[in-house]
């Protein structure tokens, strides 16, 4: 089976989720929605997608020298799934639109995760959403959050997590956000909301997260802390990162002692858009402390993290493949995520 995807939304998010679906086999992509003739529409058009957009912005489009295959309903009604990658609040507004439709739909970590039947993340809780017909692929913060929470869970298990969250101002092309010289809590008022979300997808861990917004516009980084239930040493620690999928360990003896060098090497290894999936831990930051205490560090590309999620979501929802690994292999091998995998 072969499904027809479209992408409701083709901004930092949805143009990256585009070019993922054009290196998948068991997927094809159908065409692409635009509400405005900007930049990203037209090189979307003449590197040979389809585009769709609102009725009444056809004509918009027809002037700035882009043909436009049809409306947004048009294009859902070719579709057998949609990816919504619009702004926060408005996926949910288009939901009654694809539930009309009777299409399936996978919504990004904007929305609540009351909107879907499952908050999804690949390794945590891919099971979960086999044969669903909505999902929330959660938000960047998240995903990174419950990937190195599934490690360490899953090898030496979790008493509780603490973490603080420097959130970048903006993304890199944004110019009406910031902050430009400040630090802004996020809230001010303790905890954050990454905590209630990571237990959207692993309900039984005891977490607790706070967030800071910096002005920087091409990572997050998180310090990490928690308690496990085994005492380890730092060889145990790397031990298990190495065998996680979607999880990198980078020296500082080799460089990386910030994530302007992490964004750096990504371009350096002609990833495009620098485009980083996995979650790059601080090697060294590993630290341990009364012998079941881990502390760490770690940088999250907020503009590509979630990209692989999106398409194993595909994967569980039509049931393409009912082995979560088998799918996160399979995608990432086609994204070209770091990782050795074991036999």
């Given at each position: 089976m072969v499904v027809n995807v479209?992408?409701?939304?083709?901004?930092?998010?949805?143009?990256?989720?585009?070019?993922?679906?054009?290196?998948?086999?068991?997927?094809k992509l159908i065409g692409v929605a635009k509400t405005k003739p900007d930049y990203s529409a037209i090189i979307a058009y003449r590197n040979g997608l389809y585009i769709y957009t609102l009725r009444d912005n056809i004509d918009k489009f027809e002037a700035a020298g882009i043909s436009v295959a049809g409306t947004i309903e048009d294009m859902l009604d070719a579709a057998d799934l949609v990816i919504d990658a619009t702004p926060k609040g408005v996926g949910a507004k288009y939901k009654s639109l694809y539930e009309s439709k009777?299409?399936?739909?996978?919504?990004?970590?904007?929305?609540?995760?009351?909107?879907?039947?499952?908050?999804?993340?690949?390794?945590?809780?891919?099971?979960?959403?086999?044969?669903?017909?909505?999902?929330?692929?959660?938000?960047?913060?998240?995903?990174?959050?419950?990937?190195?929470?599934?490690?360490?869970?899953?090898?030496?298990?979790?008493?509780?997590?603490?973490?603080?969250?420097?959130?970048?101002g903006a993304d890199p092309h944004e110019i009406k956000r910031g902050p430009i010289e400040a630090l802004v809590p996020n809230p001010v008022k303790l905890p954050s909301h990454h905590g209630p979300d990571v237990k959207t997808v692993i309900s039984d861990i005891d977490i607790v997260t706070t967030a800071i917004i910096a002005p920087t516009s091409r990572m997050h980084m998180h310090v990490f802390n928690?308690?496990?239930?085994?005492?380890?040493?730092v060889d145990d620690v790397i031990d298990a990162f190495e065998e996680a999928p979607r999880i990198i360990l980078l020296s500082e003896t080799n460089g990386f002692n910030s994530t302007a060098a992490f964004i750096e090497w990504s371009r350096d290894m002609g990833r495009k858009r620098y485009d980083i999936y996995e979650?790059?831990?601080?090697?060294?930051?590993?630290?341990?402390?009364?012998?079941?205490?881990?502390?760490?560090?770690?940088?999250?590309?907020?503009?590509?993290?979630?990209?692989?999620?999106?398409?194993?979501a595909i994967r569980a929802m039509f049931e393409l493949e009912t082995d979560g690994f088998k799918s996160i292999k399979k995608t990432d091998n086609s994204l070209r995520i770091l990782k050795r995998w074991p036999e």
């Amino acid at each position: 089976m072969v499904v027809n995807v479209v992408i409701n939304g083709y901004g930092t998010i949805g143009k990256r989720i585009a070019d993922a679906i054009l290196k998948q086999n068991d997927m094809k992509l159908i065409g692409v929605a635009k509400t405005k003739p900007d930049y990203s529409a037209i090189i979307a058009y003449r590197n040979g997608l389809y585009i769709y957009t609102l009725r009444d912005n056809i004509d918009k489009f027809e002037a700035a020298g882009i043909s436009v295959a049809g409306t947004i309903e048009d294009m859902l009604d070719a579709a057998d799934l949609v990816i919504d990658a619009t702004p926060k609040g408005v996926g949910a507004k288009y939901k009654s639109l694809y539930e009309s439709k009777s299409k399936k739909a996978i919504f990004q970590g904007g929305e609540k995760g009351d909107l879907v039947e499952v908050s999804f993340n690949a390794l945590c809780n891919y099971d979960k959403a086999l044969g669903k017909k909505y999902i929330r692929v959660v938000s960047c913060n998240t995903t990174a959050l419950c990937r190195v929470i599934w490690a360490l869970k899953k090898n030496f298990g979790i008493k509780k997590v603490r973490a603080t969250i420097i959130r970048r101002g903006a993304d890199p092309h944004e110019i009406k956000r910031g902050p430009i010289e400040a630090l802004v809590p996020n809230p001010v008022k303790l905890p954050s909301h990454h905590g209630p979300d990571v237990k959207t997808v692993i309900s039984d861990i005891d977490i607790v997260t706070t967030a800071i917004i910096a002005p920087t516009s091409r990572m997050h980084m998180h310090v990490f802390n928690a308690e496990l239930e085994k005492n380890v040493t730092v060889d145990d620690v790397i031990d298990a990162f190495e065998e996680a999928p979607r999880i990198i360990l980078l020296s500082e003896t080799n460089g990386f002692n910030s994530t302007a060098a992490f964004i750096e090497w990504s371009r350096d290894m002609g990833r495009k858009r620098y485009d980083i999936y996995e979650v790059p831990i601080f090697k060294e930051s590993i630290t341990i402390v009364n012998g079941n205490e881990i502390w760490l560090m770690y940088g999250v590309h907020q503009e590509a993290i979630v990209v692989p999620e999106n398409i194993d979501a595909i994967r569980a929802m039509f049931e393409l493949e009912t082995d979560g690994f088998k799918s996160i292999k399979k995608t990432d091998n086609s994204l070209r995520i770091l990782k050795r995998w074991p036999e």
